[in-house]
Antibody, heavy 125, light 106 residues
Framework: EVQLVESGGGLVKPGGSLRLSCAASGFTFTNAWMSWVRQAPGKGLEWVGRIKSKTDGGATDYAAPVKGRFIISRDDSKNTLYLQMNSLKTEDTAVYYC????????????????WGQGTLLTVSS | DIQMTQSPSTLSASVGDRVTFTCRASQSISSWLAWYQQKPGKAPKFLMYKASSLESGVPARFSGSGSGTEFTLTISSLQPDDFATYYCQQYNSYSTFGQGTKLEIK
């Protein structure tokens, strides 16, 4: 059974930093492309960024609102995905979901088929 | 950036009804559209890809159609478990979600 378990959320002041983790199990993490999606309280879903598997080059992509501030990385030896968040703003307040990112019948591989339960980040003074 | 717009924002319906949600893209995305279902306090669930292809395990009462900029998700006969918020997502260029349609009990 695929499991994604996020951790590391909490309360941070504007301008601060935080790192989220996502522990993966039940699938071959080394081969998986992974993504982060967030959801502000009472709002819709927003893609944050994606990382390819190391065998596919390990490249990262980011949404415009977080580009230059957030960094996605992975430790395949620990089956863990990370999201390093810097220069945090109040508008970054959200539940952050870790997801797998897959392709189905072609297209760009931004289909999110498995999701964790999410971890809440609150940015407030 | 590609913008996704869903309508209506809220839809009231009864068990057994047939309902249709609409999703529009700000530019053509071919058929690179997915649908997700989310219940309160839970993570989204992936339902459908390439506009009309059902993910394994998703009931056949769900169907999708469309291409280019106009898409629909239809539930043929609503079940109690279907009341939730539904999001469309384009994956033609990176990823963008619509703002969601909340399906509530009439």
């Amino acid at each position: 059974e695929v499991q994604l378990v996020e951790s590391g959320g909490g309360l941070v002041k504007p301008g601060g930093s935080l790192r989220l983790s996502c522990a993966a199990s039940g699938f071959t993490f080394t081969n998986a492309w992974m993504s982060w999606v967030r959801q502000a309280p009472g709002k819709g879903l927003e893609w944050v960024g994606r990382i390819k598997s190391k065998t596919d080059g390990g490249a990262t992509d980011y949404a415009a609102p977080v580009k230059g501030r957030f960094i996605i990385s992975r430790d395949d030896s620990k089956n863990t995905l990370y999201l390093q968040m810097n220069s945090l703003k109040t508008e970054d307040t959200a539940v952050y979901y870790c997801t797998t990112a897959v392709c189905r019948s072609g297209g760009n591989c931004y289909i999110f088929d498995y999701w964790g339960q999410g971890t809440l980040l609150t940015v407030s003074s | 950036d590609i913008q996704m717009t869903q309508s209506p924002s809220t839809l009231s319906a009864s068990v057994g009804d047939r309902v249709t949600f609409t999703c529009r893209a700000s530019q053509s995305i071919s058929s690179w559209l997915a649908w997700y279902q989310q219940k309160p306090g839970k993570a989204p669930k992936f339902l459908m890809y390439k506009a009309s292809s059902l993910e394994s395990g998703v009931p056949a009462r769900f169907s999708g159609s469309g291409s280019g900029t106009e898409f629909t998700l239809t539930i043929s006969s609503l079940q109690p478990d279907d009341f939730a918020t539904y999001y469309c997502q384009q994956y033609n260029s990176y990823s963008t979600f619509g703002q969601g349609t909340k399906l509530e009990i009439k």
